[in-house]
């Protein structure tokens, strides 16, 4: 039985300059990555080193001496970290990648102006370095990293030998010395995960694609819904849009349990190692696109009951004591539930602690979070919301953390404002056997580490 269709099936539109034959071509240039610590720029800056490029990266961590293990695995990649001061940038650099995030004052941007080097932003130099290529692209507003791992670890275990750029750590992939986010590949197929925060996803024009589902997140839903319409729109093959009605995810109905999921797909039952219901959905996802490129059900379904998960997505960081403590990149509603209602112990309580990744998000789905903590708090759990975390640049401040808080408090909702990382420890203290502290957020980098602290590793 072959997998369902698709229900996109646009004409595409001609690539862009950026995927065609650009003199950015990486082989043998040099390229200098901002705020290269960040999970999407150093899996650019390995992807460019893995072309033959020569890549150097600076990040504002790196210069107020934070020994970040991702900027000693971009040093063990071949990439070398410089200060973020301009210095880096000569009349020799090829191009400065920058992410959105990057602000136009930054040192590295004002010598690459000064200097004339090109500024181009990440996605535009993934689309190049991809040019020519088989692509396979996965974007939607959750799940997109966790399909992305999913799809390069099947693609990978069947001999199709990709290369894989991904938004977080697979890990399967990561060691010691190798953040995991990224696996070269002796193939023309890359596979990798396209951003719709920023609109960047509208760079690629990939042969094969999945939509994992729309939601409120960095914009509104009719607008979400639009973006990823015109990115179906460039796609050259039929789009697997798991989020459209009468999609493979609309009488889905997963067997799940406290630490894996199982269902059946085209009459083969497939089992995967990972808890929720969410990651059952990005099994199918996965499963439905190797399909639809070609490769036989049975050996898929082989290849997802090996994959071990994503970092930070619901990653079970330590035991103490008969407290399990959770490490998960959960940063919107739809994701925070999802986290919660995966890992939530049935005779114990739930310490969720959440830091918000941003001003703007935190206004935009401030009524969807209140919602959602509402939903999900049962007498006896506990919520406990750190500050917003500050990227700098030029974001509107007008809102806090307490603004969550608040009404969760006049709610009837045992909810706690942490200033700092002690407070957190102090909050989670009384955790006792049986309870569960998952510990929630995108950006700030030393989540891990807090996560790490509690479980006391």
């Not at 190798?178 to 070269?184: H, T």
């Not at 990149?329 to 049935?346: L, S, T």
């Amino acid at each position: 039985m072959s997998p369902p269709p698709a229900t996109h099936n646009r004409t595409p539109r001609p690539p862009s300059s950026s995927a065609t034959g650009n003199p950015l071509s990486p082989i043998g240039n040099s390229y200098h990555v901002v705020g290269v610590a960040g999970v999407g720029m150093s899996a650019l800056a390995q992807a460019l080193a893995g072309t033959g490029a020569r890549v150097t990266g600076s990040d504002r961590y790196h210069d107020r001496g934070d020994s970040l293990d991702v900027l000693r695995q971009l040093a063990a990649a071949g990439i070398t970290i410089v200060p973020q001061d301009g210095s880096a940038v000569t009349a020799g650099t090829t191009a400065v990648v920058v992410s959105t995030a990057i602000e136009a004052d930054n040192p590295d941007i004002a010598a690459a102006t000064r200097l004339g080097v090109p500024v181009v932003h990440r996605a535009a130099m993934l689309a190049e370095i991809a040019g020519g290529r088989r692509c396979v692209a996965i974007t939607g507003t959750c799940g997109k990293s966790t399909v992305t791992g999913m799809v390069g670890w099947v693609l990978e275990r069947l001999g199709a030998d990709p290369t894989v750029v991904n938004g977080a750590p697979v890990l399967n992939w990561r060691t010691n010395n190798r953040i995991g986010n990224v696996r070269l590949g002796r193939s023309d197929l890359w596979v990798f995960e396209a951003d719709e925060s920023d609109r960047s996803l509208l760079q690629f024009h990939p042969d094969w694609a999945v939509i994992t589902n729309v939601s409120k997140d960095h914009f509104g839903l009719d607008e979400t819904r639009a973006l990823f319409d015109s990115f179906a729109g460039q796609v050259r093959n039929p789009v697997l849009d798991a989020s459209a009605p009468g999609g493979i995810l609309e009488h889905f109905k997963p067997r799940v349990t406290a630490g894996a999921s199982s269902f059946k797909f085209c009459g083969v039952g497939f089992t995967i190692p990972l808890a929720g219901r969410h990651n059952a959905e990005n099994a199918l996802c996965a499963a439905a696109l190797c399909g639809l490129m070609g490769h036989p059900i049975g050996r898929i379904a082989e290849a997802l009951a090996s994959f071990k998960g994503i970092h930070r997505r619901l990653e079970v960081v330590g035991r103490r004591d008969g407290v399990t403590v959770i490490d998960d990149y959960a940063h919107n509603p739809a994701k925070i539930e999802a986290a919660w209602r995966a890992v939530q112990p049935e005779g114990g309580r739930m310490f969720a602690v959440w830091r918000p990744h941003g001003y703007k998000p935190l206004a935009t789905m401030l009524e969807e979070l209140k919602a959602s903590f509402r939903a999900l708090w049962r007498p006896g759990d506990r919520v406990v919301v750190l500050p917003v975390y500050d990227a700098g640049g030029t974001a509107t401040r007008t809102i806090n953390s307490e603004a969550l808080v608040a009404p969760l408090r006049e709610a009837g909702v045992d909810a706690a404002l942490a200033p700092d990382y002690p407070a957190v420890l102090a909050a989670v203290a009384d955790a006792r056997p049986g309870d569960t502290i998952l510990v929630m957020g995108a950006r700030d980098p030393h989540l891990p580490e807090l996560a790490r602290d509690i479980a006391g590793r």
